[in-house]
């Protein structure tokens, strides 16, 4: 099992006043956390690092979908190779493939973004 030490066993309780609306957006924020209020409130209390769920979630989100236009794209051209006779416009397979590119490109773009927020935000907790 995984035992305390006495002294890190929490024992001692604080009290702080506050409105409904901030203890609501307290408990919002731990939520999205993942952290209990009372975690959530001791690491920002004491200078802890917290990672959003949300941005996490998010991050993971926009792998799978520049994931998913990677096979569409790959399927797309796989139908075009089998069935290439019963194309009937060039054209429109080259704005539906630059379509699925152009797409792509912007997930690339936005993960970058948020890969480098994630990890600036990372690097100055560190720093603390």
Do not use: W
């Not at 998010?58 to 236009?69: E, G, I, T």
């Not at 797409?103 to 480098?116: A, F, H, N, P, Y």
């Amino acid at each position: 099992m995984n035992k305390k030490s006495p002294e890190n066993i929490r024992k001692v309780c604080m009290k702080s006043y506050m409105t409904e609306s901030e203890r609501d957006r307290i408990a919002a924020l731990a939520e999205q956390c993942g952290l209990s209020v009372s975690e959530f409130m001791r690491r920002v209390l004491l200078g802890q690092e917290i990672n959003s769920k949300i941005d996490k979630e998010a991050f993971l989100d926009l792998l799978r979908v520049n994931a998913d236009l990677g096979r569409l794209g790959g399927l797309f051209k796989l139908s075009l190779t089998e069935n290439a006779r019963k194309v009937t416009s060039h054209r429109e397979v080259r704005r539906i493939l630059h379509e699925i590119e152009d797409r792509q490109e912007e997930l690339r773009q936005l993960i970058s973004v948020t890969e480098k927020a994630v990890l600036n935000r990372a690097s100055v907790k560190e720093k603390r």
